[in-house]
């Protein structure tokens, strides 16, 4: 790409650096010298980075409430092929890209898998020269940060943006729309058609942020575009006097601005949990409005026809939160298009698709009539309206059969069901892997797979290979390069032909050796942070990602619990040495995943200051776990815990981005782990635990006592019983709450269950690390067939068999 001339680049950035700051580059900082190039690339990236038209061919709009898009500045230098010039460039300057790259920081604007899969398909539709574009919330603060005190999650609140802007942001005032909330709706009859006319209402201006979401060498960039929320400007005048905001006091004025920037101030903290508050339902119909009118916007500039909007866009709502795209839509079409309902209503459903992220109960969104009735008057009409018609047409089929009418309704019992809605407001239902999916169709979502099986589709979930190996294992990536040429950056299948080194012997000490050092980078860090030296020849067992009770960390922190038993018995207890990490926040609301915390915590340092087994057992909790900190956790991982409660997890990333790593998983068959198994099988990872029909039989007809187990097994009572003993010191309060989820509670996520098959896997994992070069071999096997998961495999596929198909 000839996007950098060395000499201009050179000169553009002295410039640059005395416009903004009149220092000279000796003088600035790492947070100048950060944002001169990040402006002197804005400027170079310009010309290709224009709005989106919807002239050409279909475009998509993926629609989410959260996006964890992680540092930016070498993520974008490698799309656009410029990574390694520009760091020689920068040192010939006398500048060290990586003082530049760390000085950035991490927007956190997501909770986990959710947010990060959408930052992971924003990178594959800008790579595949797909037009698809991001539409999400500017949240002033984002996921709070966590501070151990007293190993206690502590949160602080994330102030990224520090009333500045962010440096790939770009602000379109002229772009700004307003978001009707409140008031009253009349219907007046004009022309024999009935017209609502909404009055009374608050609005509050959208004002679009615009961030360059840059494709890998393929000179394409898209656009993710973020809505913050305000009192509306002047031009708005109009507007302003329908409604009733023309600031009548001092008072008035400054309650309305609050209500205004209440909207886009904070990410709401919890993940797979529906927290049912007023205000994020005003976040969710904020971005949806916004989003959809900022479409009709660009629609209209170049096309007439509103009736054949499907054939220029595609809208995709990422889980239920952005559900009331459905009758925003119809909304728009019928209120301000003037299209019948019958129109509006096939264009709504052609146009929209819908991702099913949980069959977790309590992430199902459901909203209170009241609320809806109250906020979003005219929205909620058209919600009474949708289910009238529906409930009609299931009468026609079905006849009288209320128990299932009752589960597919869109209101019932006094809320609205957003799972619903959107199921029967899109064309297309997809889960995030197989066994997901299909405990969609035969589960949870039945009654709709068997009304309409046509909508329903798998769409297995990838990572972007870019971020989670070309640029957080450079060492690996280079070994692939020397072995394998390049063309896997580019159709990751390619890795496939790593197989034929299972057995070269120099490229599996390479490969161990890149690992190590891998390592080596992660010990320091650990060090730095936690202030306790690590055996960097031990295995690095890891468990990242939020903690909830099904994901099970409490499993793995009784699992440790049980070999430093074994270790204290016997000393000279055949084993590899282990270091355990974890990385993890609880919603500041969940208190049973804050006493795992605390537990894993105060475990830590009862192990960590046993000299007894100092060299064969260690225990880490890393703080502030995020995008940032996984980028370098992952290349450094030997061991993937993949161990949730099977049917729970929909699909997981993280055991992707291990595998394509060269971790070996740790597993229960669950979410996108069976797919990980279909392609390197038994031999190259570590199954273990309950099957899902086995789990689906025990939630359906009872049958598991866990205090049972409790009383008959050794091993197990010894670490349940150590929760409660004193064994562990101030976990008073948390091992009590613990110890009653297991015994009391019955332990629903079969912890105990699991435990001893666990205890087994993990005596395997040990067994076969003794081995190094079987090892080694099984790590290779497991890069070689990551390829599959790559999220340019998963956009394809959206694309054909969603997105564009008519
Ligand atoms: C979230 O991160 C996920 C599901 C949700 O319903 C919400 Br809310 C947040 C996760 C799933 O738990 C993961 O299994 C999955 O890999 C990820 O979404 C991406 O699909």
């Known amino acids: ?74 993520s974008n230098l490698l799309n656009l092929g410029v990574l390694e010039d520009i760091k020689l460039i920068l040192k010939e300057m006398d500048i060290n890209l990586e003082d530049l790259v760390n000085a950035e920081v991490d927007p956190a604007l997501g909770n986990g898998g959710l947010g990060r899969l959408a930052a992971c398909f924003l990178d594959s539709m800008a790579s595949l020269s ?69 009055k009374n209402y608050i609005p509050v201006m959208a004002v679009p942020y615009d961030i360059p979401i840059i494709g890998y060498k393929n000179e394409y960039i898209n656009t993710l575009r973020l809505f913050k929320s305000d009192v509306p400007r ?21 309650q309305y601005r609050y209500y205004a920037d209440e909207i886009s101030q904070v990410l709401y903290p919890n993940d797979s949990n529906d927290a049912g508050k007023i205000l994020r339902l005003k976040q969710e119909y904020f971005l949806v409005s916004a989003g959809i009118q900022d479409i009709f916007r660009k629609y209209k500039k170049n096309n007439r026809d509103i009736g054949k909007i499907y054939e220029k866009i595609s809208i995709h709502i990422n889980d ?71 409930i009609r047409k299931l009468n026609n089929k079905y006849g009288n059969d209320f128990d299932k009418i009752g589960t597919m309704a869109v209101i019932s019992a006094d809320n609205v069901n957003m799972a619903n809605l959107s199921i029967i407001g899109s064309h297309s239902v997809n889960g995030v892997a197989k066994l997901h999916t299909e405990i969609l169709k035969k589960e949870v979502l039945k009654n709709f797979y068997e009304d309409e099986p046509f909508k329903f589709n798998n769409k297995t979930n990838g990572i972007a290979h870019r971020r989670w190996l070309m640029l957080s294992n450079p060492r690996l990536s280079k070994l692939i390069n020397e072995l394998i040429g390049e063309s896997w950056q580019k159709d990751t299948l390619e890795l496939k032909s790593l197989e034929k080194y299972q057995d070269d012997s120099r490229v599996l000490q390479e490969l161990e050796l890149i690992k190590q050092e891998n390592k080596r980078n992660l010990s320091k860090i650990i060090t730095q942070k936690n202030e306790i030296n690590i055996n960097e020849n031990s295995i690095f067992d890891v468990q990242i990602k939020r903690l909830h009770a099904y994901k099970r960390q409490l499993m793995n922190a009784l699992h440790i619990l049980h070999m430093y038993h074994e270790l204290l018995d016997n000393p000279n207890l055949n084993m590899e040495p282990r270091t355990f990490i974890f990385g993890a926040k609880a919603a500041p609301g969940y208190y049973f995943a804050k006493c795992v915390i605390k537990l894993i915590n105060e475990l830590a340092q009862k192990i960590n200051n046993d000299v007894r087994v100092k060299d064969k057992l260690r225990v880490v909790f890393l703080e502030n776990y995020g995008v940032s900190l996984a980028e370098k956790i992952i290349p450094a991982t030997n061991v993937s815990e993949q161990i949730s ?7 997981g990333t993280s055991n992707m981005k291990f595998m394509m790593n060269g971790a070996i998983t740790i597993a229960t068959l669950d979410g996108a782990n069976i797919e990980i198994h ?60 613990i110890y009653n989820s297991l015994i009391t509670y019955n332990d629903e996520f079969f912890v105990l269950r699991d435990f001893e098959n666990y205890i087994e896997a993990q005596k395997k994992i040990n067994d076969l690390y003794m081995d190094k070069n079987h090892w080694n071999k099984m790590a290779l096997i497991n890069i070689a067939n990551s390829g599959i998961f790559s999220s340019d495999r998963t956009i394809k596929e959206y694309a054909n068999e969603i997105w564009y198909k008519r």
């Not at 151990?148 to 700004?176: C, F, M």
């Not at 002047?234 to 400054?254: M, R, V, W």
């Not at 969104?365 to 009474?384: A, D, F, G, S, T």
């Open 678 to 737: 279909d392609q390197i099988g038994d031999e190259n990872m570590v199954l273990f635990g309950l099957k899902a029909n086995q789990v689906l039989e025990y939630s359906k007809f009872g049958g598991y006592s866990s205090a049972d187990l409790y009383s008959n097994n050794f091993y197990i009572k010894r670490v349940v019983d150590d929760l409660v003993n004193g064994f562990i010191p101030n976990i008073l309060e948390e091992g009590r709450e």
């Open 320 to 390: 239920t939160h952005p559900s009331l795209c459905v009758p925003e839509l119809m909304r728009l079409l019928m209120d301000e298009e003037e299209l019948g309902w019958d129109e509006a209503w096939e264009i709504t459903k052609r146009v929209i698709s819908y991702t099913n992220h949980t069959i977790m109960a309590e992430a199902m969104e459901r909203w209170n009539i009241q609320m809806i009735k109250e906020l979003l008057p005219r929205i909620y009409m058209i919600i009474e309206e949708i289910n009238k018609r529906y």
């Open 1 to 74: 790409m000839t996007l950098i001339n060395k000499k201009e680049f050179k000169l553009e950035f002295r410039n640059q650096m005395d416009f903004l700051y009149k220092q000279t580059i000796e003088e600035a900082n790492s947070e100048q010298l950060l944002n001169t190039l990040v402006t002197v690339l804005k400027c170079k990236i310009d010309n290709i980075w224009k709005e989106s038209r919807l002239d050409k061919e279909k475009e998509v709009y993926y629609f989410c409430i959260e996006f964890l898009l992680g540092r930016q500045l070498e």
């Open 645 to 651: 409660t099977t049917t729970k997890e929909a699909s």
């Open 234 to 254: 002047k031009d708005f005048e109009p507007i302003l006097k329908e409604s009733k905001n023309s600031y009548g006091s001092y008072h008035d004025a400054l």
């Open 130 to 198: 797909i037009s698809g574009h991001g539409y999400g919330i500017r949240y002033e603060y984002g996921l709070f940060e966590q501070k151990l005190v007293n190993g206690h999650q502590v949160e602080v609140p994330d102030n990224w943006l520090k009333e500045e802007s962010y440096i790939w942001e770009t602000v379109r005032p002229n772009k700004a729309s307003i978001v009707k909330f409140g008031g009253q709706v009349d219907l007046v009859e004009k022309n024999g058609k009935l017209k609502a006319i909404h």
